[in-house]
């Protein structure tokens, strides 16, 4: 061998080294916690674009498979480069920004649920074929605290056609712009590093009445989407957080209706991370925030991040919420999973009773319907009037529209009953009022008395039953992963508190989370979609 050739060897060697090395210093994306990335940003193995560039590609890829996502963002490589650059700027020598700069969110991609508006490229249509092309004129109040934290926003995620309350039977993950939705939420979480959605009401998504329902509510709910209709409750990859923002989206009401975001993400820290971001008072819903905004603890949520935070909680367990039959996972599961709470210090209080929970479901099930038709219409067309352009302004519209269009909404098969029953309604007038006031009274009762006689710091349920009664009273509520069932539908332990007591439900689902880590990566298994 010539010396020539040996050291063109040896040099071709060389650079494979380092080529291999540069690879094992690549970021692993797959799973990256918020705070992972913001360690791979400042160590420089990661930059925000790649971040963009992996899930553009990835949605790329799944989307025709799963119709998760209704739109990208055109904007987001180059939201993504401004962040890096930003980024950079603050980490010059001569920078005398650099405390201003690059906070938990900075640079992270977050896909938004379509019924969350957004002033740019994007379209925000709740799924519906009839706001296609409609601009608002702002961005929701949770979209700009995002983008203000750096966040970059990837795209709109699908949803159940207008959250599900065109029609009595839902539509089951299907939206005319959409399609048919055959992802978990679990599974958007590989397509983003989190997301934000809210609820409408009480059969948005879940199974369950949640947040959306009062004035103020502070609420949040626990589930998971697109799932098919059985799984739906009881299938949570995913952590939730109650917040105390104004949601200014579609359904910007006169303060009715819940409407704040939701974050979605892999880690309580994460959740904690977008909440931090997403918090505070808000000019435009000044009533209901100034209210909620008194909860925000100084110096944000991520110091109740607490490994022992389990330890002396006193932790209520009302009657009937962990029926399982004997022997099946959920049973053998969820008795673990007291017994970890117990160990980590905790005190379980069992055998509790709610007052009035028939009442409130019956409730709930009834007067509630005509409350939220009434707000329903009522909130809507104050949105649909606000817009800078749109092709509908109001309710009755969309009803031509969904008329002129049988095809496209699939009239046939879902109709959309409740948009007719809200049609005929004329506003909160006496009949609504005094439900609102019957369920706050039911849960002043109820729960709120429970907690309060019993001084407990959160009640745990594996179901949604309690998000219903949290969600009457406004409270705050978080889910955690709690195991796998059948074919690894995954189901969540939620643990839920009064107002104000998100300090001590993030220490309790931290310190749960960190005992048990129960939650794997999502798997795309072959045919479970
Ligand atoms: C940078 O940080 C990431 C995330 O912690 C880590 O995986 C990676 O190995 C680090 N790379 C370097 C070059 O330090
Ligand atoms: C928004 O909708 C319009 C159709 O009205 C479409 O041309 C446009 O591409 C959509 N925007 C995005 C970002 O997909
Ligand atoms: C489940 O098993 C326990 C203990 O073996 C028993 O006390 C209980 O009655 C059983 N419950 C049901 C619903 O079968
Ligand atoms: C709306 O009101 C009209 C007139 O009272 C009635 O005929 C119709 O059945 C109502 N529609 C619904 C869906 O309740």
Partial sequence: MSRRRLQLLLLAAVVLVHAAAAAGRAFQIEEATVDDIQIGF???????????????????????????????????????????????????????????????????????????????????????????????????????????????????????????????????????????????LSYLLSLANFAIGFFHHKKSICSISCSMRFKHRISHCSCSEHGGRDTRDRNRWIHTLPIVVEFSGWDQTNGWVDKQGWPICRTVTDAVHVLDAIVGYDSRDAKATRAASKYIPPGGYRQFLKPDGLKGKRIGIPNGFFNFPNGTVQQIVYQRLLDTVRKQGAVVIENLDIANLAVIQDVLNNGEQIVLAAEFKSSLNTYLSDLSYSPVRSLADIIAFNNAHPIEERLKNFGQLIFLVAENTTGIGALEGAVIRQLNKLSADGLEKLMQDEQLDAIITPNDLVSTVLAIGGMPAITVPAGYGKMGVPFGICFGGLKGYEPRLIEMAYAFEQATKVRKAPKFLHGTF
């Fill in 42 to 184: 400042r160590n420089g193995s990661l930059t925000s674009k790649q971040l963009v560039l992996f899930y553009l590609d990835r949605i790329a890829r799944l989307n025709p498979l799963l119709h998760a996502v209704i739109e990208v963002n055109p904007d987001a490589l180059a939201q993504a480069s401004r962040a890096d650059a930003e980024r950079r700027r603050a980490a010059s020598p001569s920078s005398s920004s650099s405390g201003s700069c690059c906070g938990g969110l900075h640079g992270v991609p977050v896909l938004l649920k379509d019924s969350i508006a957004t002033r740019d490229r994007l379209n925000t249509t709740a799924g519906s074929l009839a706001l296609l092309g409609s601009v608002v004129r702002r961005d929701a109040g949770v979209v700009r605290r995002l983008r203000r934290a750096g966040a970059v926003v990837l795209g709109k995620a699908n949803l159940d056609e207008w959250a599900n309350f065109r029609t009595i039977q839902g539509t089951g993950g299907w939206s005319a712009r959409g399609g048919q939705g055959r992802v978990r």
